[in-house]
């Protein structure tokens, strides 16, 4: 799916908005190309679009959650923590700035605020897919899953080694920790079993 303001004009069409801000799509792809950043790049947002496009027809509302790929990482600091929620807050005053119903902002505001701690409460299928889809890159190809971890890594570098040796470690062990990685079936079905063998390698890896 291309960053296009065409595609972000039919997006926000979906939304039901009365205009559709190419200034806010700038904005938006000047925030997630801020140097700051190795992992949540423009190149995370194409991935998660990417996923998505294939896996849309699991969403009840596939606009917001697309919506809410555009802006989950949108603020990102690695040294602070409330960057899901200033994204968050980001999100729901731009799909009222649009003129979008009040419960459309609400819902995608949500929608960004979970993937704060990546957990999918409750039964919602839209928050399940957006959670699996952030997190599909666990089980992405070897090759893939290093070079994350190694853009993570440069995320920070302000952290000393044994800082981030443990500090990873904990992040690791969590996930290989959950009864399924993966909140749907379609996503655990091709990528719970290679998330696991690259996430126990990355663990094993820091001794």
Not at 109 to 127: C, I, N, W, Y
Not at 171 to 181: A, E, M, Q, Y
């Amino acid at each position: 799916m291309n960053l296009t303001l065409g595609s972000w004009q039919r997006l926000w069409g979906e939304l039901g908005a009365a205009t559709a801000s190419g200034g806010l799509m700038n904005q938006l792809v000047a925030a997630w190309g801020e140097p700051q950043r190795h992992y949540h790049t423009l190149q995370h947002l194409r991935e998660c679009l990417a996923h998505f496009e294939a896996a849309s027809m699991l969403a009840r509302r596939p606009a917001e959650v697309e919506l809410a790929i555009w802006f989950h990482d949108a603020v990102y600091d690695p040294r602070r923590e409330d960057n899901e929620q200033r994204s968050a807050d980001w999100a729901r005053d731009s799909v009222l700035a649009a003129g979008c119903d009040a419960q459309v902002a609400d819902r995608v505001h949500a929608l960004v605020l979970a993937t704060r701690g990546h957990v999918a409460e409750g039964d919602d299928p839209d928050t399940r897919l957006l959670l699996d889809i952030d997190l599909a890159i666990l089980g992405a190809a070897p090759a893939r899953f290093d070079d994350y971890e190694r853009q993570v890594r440069r995320e920070y570098a302000h952290v000393d080694d044994a800082q981030w040796g443990a500090g990873r470690a904990r992040v690791l062990r969590g996930f290989l920790g959950r009864p399924r990685i993966f909140a749907t079936d379609a996503f655990r079905d091709a990528l719970e079993a290679r998330a696991r063998d690259n996430l126990a390698r990355s663990l094993a890896a820091l001794g």
